[in-house]
C-alpha cells in the first residue's frame, strides 16, 4: 500500500471511529459536523469517503459485522459460541442504542439490509 493510499486508509477509520462515537452519544440524525471536529478531518475529507449519511451509517454496519465475523473465527469451534456472539451484540446494543434503533427501524428491503443478511 503506498503511502498515500494508507494516509486515506487512516483518515477514513478516523472517521468511522467518530462517527460511530457521535452516534453513540447523539444518534445517528447527530450534524456530520461533531463527526468532523471528532475526526480532525475536513468536511471534504468526509464527503469524499462518504457522499452521504447513509454511506457512513453502512460503513459501520459494515465494520461491525466484519468484527462479528472475525469474532466468530477466532471462537470457532466453542460449544458456547452462540451464547458469545450474541453476549457481544448485546454489549455494543448497549453501547450504542441509537445505532441499534436505526437499524430496527429500516425497512427490511432496504439495500443495506439486504446485502447484510445475504453476509450472514
Known amino acids: 500500500m503506498t503511502k498515500l493510499r494508507s494516509d486515506a486508509a487512516i483518515r477514513r477509520d478516523l472517521i468511522l471511529d467518530a462517527a460511530d462515537a ?3 452519544e447523539h444518534g445517528v440524525t447527530a450534524p456530520l459536523d461533531l463527526v468532523v471536529e471528532r475526526a480532525d478531518v475536513g468536511r471534504a475529507t468526509l464527503y469524499r469517503n462518504f457522499p452521504h449519511r447513509a454511506s457512513l451509517i453502512e ?3 459494515d465494520r461491525s459485522l466484519t468484527s462479528l465475523e472475525a469474532y466468530a473465527s477466532e471462537h470457532a469451534g466453542r ?5 458469545l456472539l450474541f453476549e457481544r451484540i448485546a454489549a455494543r446494543i448497549a453501547e450504542s442504542p441509537s445505532m441499534a434503533d436505526y437499524w430496527r427501524t429500516m425497512p ?3 439495500p443495506i ?3 447484510a443478511r445475504e453476509r450472514t
Not at 460449544?79 to 451464547?83: A, E, G, K
Open 79 to 83: 460449544d458456547d459460541l452462540l451464547f
Open 59 to 61: 460503513a459501520l454496519l
Open 22 to 24: 457521535v452516534f453513540s
Open 113 to 115: 439490509i439486504t446485502a
Open 108 to 110: 427490511h428491503d432496504d
